[in-house]
Structure formats: structure tokens, C-alpha cells
T-cell receptor
Framework: RKEVEQDPGPFNVPEGATVAFNCTYS??????FFWYRQDCRKEPKLLMS???SGNEDGRFTAQLNRASQYISLLIRDSKLSDSATYLC????????????FGQGTELSVKP | NAGVTQTPKFRVLKTGQSMTLLCAQD?????MYWYRQDPGMGLRLIHY???????AKGEVPDGYNVSRLKKQNFLLGLESAAPSQTSVYFC??????????????FGEGSRLTVL
């Protein structure tokens, strides 16, 4: 089983739609969680951290469910510019702070 | 601001050839990393460095060597390239351990094809 698993998609949604991605992780002692965004043929960039209480940044909401070992990303009012691959990232406990990346979920927002 | 710069951006090699990927960062970051990205596999850590003169193995280190002679540079070497090393390679850096911020600064990537 992969340490971090995501549905690769693609998710094809119309502009204005709400879309949600889930990501599961296998190491219950994982301590930190993040979402990165990667545009086609570009480098990944940090989108947002995921806090235990859930957090919001504009149209983006991230949530963590430690009991079920998954994190989620909700995008409201999707824009064309949201089209990208979204990478779930986990830092397991006691592994020197190294990031473990999921394979990414591809989102395509259509007019 | 240059950030993280990788060279070359593209390279085609024949099996058995050697090459070095260069990574330079101008942010005075202590930590530097080399990842490879393959379809369906996500980003996998090859080697990393927690400071000048130090290196450590990541998840997939076989077939690669690294050096960190200067704080700003992190070199990734392939001594005898194999087709399985065809991939997109990303260099990244961070100021400190990633536990709190989780923020890696990536270069633009280097696309390597081994024939």
C-alpha cells in the first residue's frame, strides 16, 4: 500500500462548480499535512497547509480526519485557472521531516 | 529573484553515459533535495542534504550520487544512465526542517531521456 494515495482523476468540472479531493495516508503517526499545486509541465508549489481544526483560504478549504487517516481539499466556485494537478503531501513522524507526496489529482475546469 | 535554478532543462542520453544535473539556490537555504517525478508515482526523494558537506539517501537513491560542496549548490550525478532513469528531476530547497511550514521551493525541473 502506498503511504499516500489519491484518486488520479481527471476531475472534469464546469466553471463555478464545487469540487472535492480526498487523500488517504497509511502512517497513523503522520504529523503534518499539506496540499501542493502543480501546473502542467511546471514545478509544484505549496497551496496550503492542513490544520487539525480545518482551515480556509479564500475559495479553498482543507480538512484533516485523523481517525480515518485522510485529508481533503474543497474548491468552491471553480475558475478556469484552477485547472492543475493537486498533490497531497504528508510528513510522517520521526522521518527527519521528509515530505511524502501523493501521485496527484488532476483537475480540469471547463467553460 | 532566481530562487532555485536547475541546469540543464532537457537532456537526452544513451544508456551507459554519465551526466550531472546542477542545482543552485540563492535563498541561503540549509536543506536541499533531489526528486524524480514519474507518471502515476508522484514525487520520490532521491537524495537530500541538511547542510554544506552533508548528504543522505532518500527513497530511491540507487544509480545516483550527489554532492554538496557549497551551501548554494547541490549536484546530482548519474554514473551510468539506464532507461529506467528517464524522468523529470526536480531540485528543491527549504530554510529548515519541513515539519512546520512544509514549504519546498522547487526548480523548474530537468527532463531527462535515456535511450
Amino acid at each position: 500500500r502506498k503511504e499516500v494515495e489519491q484518486d488520479p482523476g481527471p476531475f472534469n468540472v464546469p466553471e463555478g462548480a464545487t469540487v472535492a479531493f480526498n487523500c488517504t495516508y497509511s502512517n497513523s503517526a503522520s504529523q503534518s499535512f499539506f496540499w501542493y499545486r502543480q501546473d502542467c509541465r511546471k514545478e509544484p508549489k505549496l497551496l496550503m497547509s492542513v490544520y487539525s481544526s480545518g482551515n480556509e483560504d479564500g475559495r479553498f478549504t482543507a480538512q484533516l480526519n485523523r481517525a480515518s487517516q485522510y485529508i481533503s481539499l474543497l474548491i468552491r466556485d471553480s475558475k478556469l485557472s484552477d485547472s492543475a494537478t493537486y498533490l497531497c503531501v504528508v510528513i510522517p513522524h520521526n522521518q527527519g521531516g521528509k515530505l511524502i507526496f501523493g501521485q496527484g489529482t488532476e483537475l480540469s475546469v471547463k467553460p | 529573484n532566481a530562487g532555485v535554478t536547475q541546469t540543464p532543462k532537457f537532456r537526452v542520453l544513451k544508456t551507459g553515459q554519465s551526466m550531472t544535473l546542477l542545482c543552485a539556490q540563492d535563498m541561503n537555504h540549509e536543506y536541499m533535495y533531489w526528486y524524480r517525478q514519474d507518471p502515476g508515482m508522484g514525487l520520490r526523494l532521491i537524495h537530500y542534504s541538511v547542510g554544506e558537506g552533508t548528504t543522505a539517501k532518500g527513497e530511491v537513491p540507487d544509480g545516483y550520487n550527489v554532492s554538496r560542496l557549497k551551501k548554494q549548490n547541490f549536484l546530482l550525478g548519474l554514473e551510468s544512465a539506464a532507461p529506467s532513469q528517464t524522468s523529470v528531476y526536480f531540485c528543491a530547497s527549504s530554510y529548515d526542517t519541513l515539519t512546520n511550514t512544509g514549504e519546498l521551493f522547487f526548480g523548474e525541473g530537468s527532463r531527462l531521456t535515456v535511450l
